[in-house]
């Protein structure tokens, strides 16, 4: 069974940054995808930054260039820097894992618990 842990969501003012955590443990596939989508209410859950673990990442148009997703010197933590972050950011954030890295959260194969973070203007 695998399982993911986020944390470093919180809140923080307009132009701030922030650093999510997620960790991995127990069964993970030779290669597979870690990324973050997020949501808000009463919209779908949006990929926003993944990883696959040869390397190849992907941002979304509205968090590239300020958003930088990375592993850890672990291999089983990855992180997503946030920073010049807007109001618009705040959402609750999901790390999630899978065979392949997707826009369509329903291929993502486990997820974890959420972290909420909150941007004031």
């Known amino acids: 069974q695998t399982h993911l842990v986020e944390s470093g969501g919180g809140s923080v003012q307009a132009g701030g940054s922030l650093r999510l955590s997620c960790t991995v443990s127990?069964?993970?596939?030779?290669?597979?995808?870690m990324g973050w989508f997020r949501q808000t209410p009463g919209n779908q859950r949006e990929r926003i930054a993944t990883?696959?673990?040869?390397?190849?990442?992907f941002y979304a148009d509205s968090v590239r260039g300020r958003f930088t997703i990375s592993q850890g010197n672990s291999k089983s933590t990855l992180y997503l820097q946030m920073d010049s972050l807007t109001p618009q950011d705040s959402a609750m954030y999901y790390c999630?894992?899978?065979?392949?890295?997707?826009?369509?959260?329903?291929?993502?194969?486990?997820w974890g618990q959420g972290t909420q973070v909150t941007v004031s203007s």
């Open positions: 999630a894992a899978g065979p392949g890295c997707y826009n369509d959260p329903q291929k993502m194969n486990w």
């Open positions: 127990g069964y993970t596939p030779g290669t597979y995808c």
């Open positions: 990883r696959f673990t040869t390397g190849n990442t």
